[in-house]
């Protein structure tokens, strides 16, 4: 298994080697030919998925012993760029691209008249973490969340706080909020949340990058805000929560209940959402309903982003095999148990696949 972080201004120059393709025995994708018989993929972006596409690398090369995945996880922005560039096959996103960022010519990687697709592969609840001494549980309505992390809530035995935890021994601590400091599809799932069920307190609307003027302290990726809430000292951050660890993940009152960020709260808030209107029909970019009953509203889809039609037909191919397991209802429950992530419905599934079929 590969999973090796490298800058995206490298990943350009090795644009061309990273698109090899080579040909394979029966157990492996086709590809170009090459002496060597082996065949490489790489994809770059969220570093939510991370502990699932460790685990789909290993499965698909296991049954794939010619082929190597390297999966960067650089973080969502960097995945974007990479593919942009051509310097990724396919790039993992913690949101799918805009509607001014979509366009036949605009991804070198991919043919000239060919748009890219926006394929769901991976649905987790963004866990508000925290790390404060003598508080094992914390429940939080959106408004007091808002507040925390805009700046205007700044200690523990805040009001705010106090009334949705009234058996809790608060401390008169100051709060360390810390947010993603590098562009982030995370970071603009969570904004997303906090402008949608607190907008009079989160002023701002959706944003990969965390809005500077609320302060706090930034970190790179998800493993850099868990390493900077762990090491501190009345600490909070939001991150995926796979990579939660140990940390306390507080609750979110939606509708007036206290919700954990479960996979199976997360799972159904596609079945709540719509795609977004005026996209091609095989792409399956959508618009989240965050505000459902039942539904944990920190919800991250995170997408593999893909050619409609690859320059090279080889690697369209691989990432078609590729991608096609990961969203496939084996590689979902491999995700689930390594990720603890929400599985795809076998209806979702269905329309992924039918996406992927297109792709040439």
């Not at 490298?6 to 393709?21: E, S």
């Amino acid at each position: 298994m590969s999973i090796k972080p490298f800058a995206v201004a490298a990943l350009v120059t090795a644009a061309a080697l990273a698109f090899t393709g080579c040909a394979t025995n029966e157990a492996a994708p086709a590809g170009t030919g090459s002496a060597s018989g082996s065949q490489t993929l790489t994809g770059v972006g969220a570093s939510s998925q991370k502990a699932a596409q460790e685990k789909w690398v290993a499965d698909f090369q296991t049954k794939n012993p010619n082929v190597t995945v390297n999966y960067s996880p650089d973080g969502s922005g960097a995945g974007r760029s990479a593919f942009i560039a051509g310097a990724a096959a396919f790039a993992g996103s913690d949101r799918p691209f805009k509607d001014e960022e979509m366009g036949a010519g605009k991804f070198a990687g991919c043919a000239a008249d060919s748009n890219a697709l926006n394929l769901p592969v991976y649905i987790s609840p963004i866990a508000v973490i925290y790390n404060l001494d003598g508080v094992t549980d914390l429940t939080l309505d959106p408004a007091t969340v808002a507040g925390i992390f805009a700046g205007k809530i700044t200690k523990w035995n805040d009001p705010a706080i106090a009334a949705t935890n009234p058996k809790a021994k608060l401390p008169d601590l100051a709060i360390t909020a810390v947010h993603r400091g590098d562009d982030s599809g995370t970071t603009n799932n969570f904004t997303d949340t906090l402008n949608k069920l607190a907008p009079t307190v989160w002023t701002e609307k959706a944003a990969d990058t965390f809005p500077a003027a609320f302060g706090g302290e930034a970190a790179n990726g998800t493993s850099g805000v868990v390493q900077a809430v762990t090491g501190g000292a009345g600490t909070i951050g939001y991150a995926d929560a796979s990579a939660a660890g140990k940390l306390g993940k507080a609750s979110i009152i939606v509708n007036g209940k206290p919700l954990q960020p479960t996979a199976d709260a997360a799972a159904s808030i596609l079945d709540h959402s719509k795609t977004i209107p005026g996209r091609a029909a095989n792409d399956l970019a959508y618009s989240l309903d965050r505000t459902s009953e039942g539904v944990y509203p920190a919800v991250l889809v995170s997408y593999a982003i893909v050619c409609q039609t690859y320059k090279d037909p080889a690697v369209g191919k691989l990432v078609k095999d590729y991608v096609g397991y990961i969203s496939s209802a084996d590689g979902q429950k491999a995700a689930a148990t390594a990720a603890g992530s929400a599985p795809l419905s076998a209806d979702l599934q269905a329309k992924v696949k039918t996406a992927l079929d297109s792709v040439k």
